[in-house]
């Protein structure tokens, strides 16, 4: 099966730019397109078409004619609106559906335990698999976004500020993270020829680096040359109100939720120790976690 052209359905948020980014830039020679909402302000890139939708079904198919694949990074909100995608994609002839996923790994109950919003997404990876007699699915997993959450305090390290919050208990719990263009790397890398096959109607695990919050802080510190003031935090504590603000719908504490759920080591959040790290098969490059933190520097 050959994949040429590509379209990433929407256009927002930190990840979209990365993945259009790398298979735009790819050797493999994509024609890359990006779906959104009619109403949407995004401004494709040279050389990437902007194809718009009402989200009806016709419209759908209509703008998905001729694509060979559909990488999906719509919000979480919208989660479960990737059915009618599916379905068109369906109609329209897609070959391969890459659901919006991108994060920990949400195959365990523990991990759904610590965020129920995560169910929407094994819906739809459910959904995909009752329709994989007509459209292959890719699941990518890839752990805490590195870079990303870096820079936004997600990954609480700050190099100009010599700056670092640990969660004491957790500190030396292994956790899996990718950089934002390895990410984009490893889709565009999914589709090429020669491992395209290996890929179909599978989950792949990714990761830059598997590191810890120690290991982190050491490397920091090796890199400036400087000793961090170091903040202590209750992880524990801060799951419990997470969890009681989220059952009075507020979504303030998601965040120390996705946390936690990536430092229990039940949940599989360290790809290494799982033994299913599919950089070797999409030939996709990891650092050692001192190189990780100096290219960020």
Not at 240 to 269: M, P, Y
Request: proline share 3%.
């Amino acid at each position: 099966m050959s994949f040429k052209n590509i379209v990433v359905v929407g256009g927002g948020g930190n990840l979209s730019p990365s993945i259009v980014d790398a298979l735009v830039q790819s050797p493999h020679k994509y024609t890359v397109s990006v779906l959104s909402r009619e109403q949407s302000k995004y401004q494709a890139p040279t050389g990437v078409k902007h194809l718009k939708t009402d989200y009806t079904h016709d419209s759908l198919v209509s703008a998905l004619k001729g694509q060979d694949a559909v990488v999906s990074v719509v919000a979480g909100s919208a989660i479960a609106d990737q059915k009618k995608i599916i379905d068109a994609a369906i109609d329209a002839g897609v070959k391969r559906f890459f659901p919006s996923e991108f994060g920990s790994d949400t195959t365990t109950q523990l991990a759904l335990d610590y965020f129920p919003g995560w169910g929407s997404k094994v819906e739809i990876r459910d959904y995909l698999k009752s329709k994989q007699d007509k459209i292959e699915w890719t699941v990518v997993f890839n752990g805490f976004f590195f870079d990303w959450g870096l820079r936004v305090g997600f990954i609480a390290f700050n190099a100009k500020e010599k700056t670092a919050k640990i969660f004491p208990k957790y500190k030396d719990v292994k956790f899996s993270a990718t950089n934002l263009g390895d990410v984009g790397t490893a889709i565009a890398q999914a589709l090429s020829p020669g491992i395209e096959p290996k890929t179909a109607n599978q989950i792949l695990r990714i990761r830059t680096l598997t590191t810890s919050q120690s290991e982190l802080l050491a490397a920091f510190e090796k890199a400036t040359g400087e000793k961090f003031k170091v903040t202590e935090a209750d992880l524990d504590a801060a799951v419990t109100e997470a969890k009681e603000k989220l059952s009075k719908g507020d979504f303030s504490g998601v965040g120390t939720l996705i946390q936690a759920a990536a430092l229990d080591e039940r949940t599989g959040n360290d790809f290494d120790k799982g033994g299913n790290v599919s950089n070797e098969l999409l030939e996709l490059p990891s650092l050692p976690v001192e190189g990780a933190v100096k290219a960020l520097l």
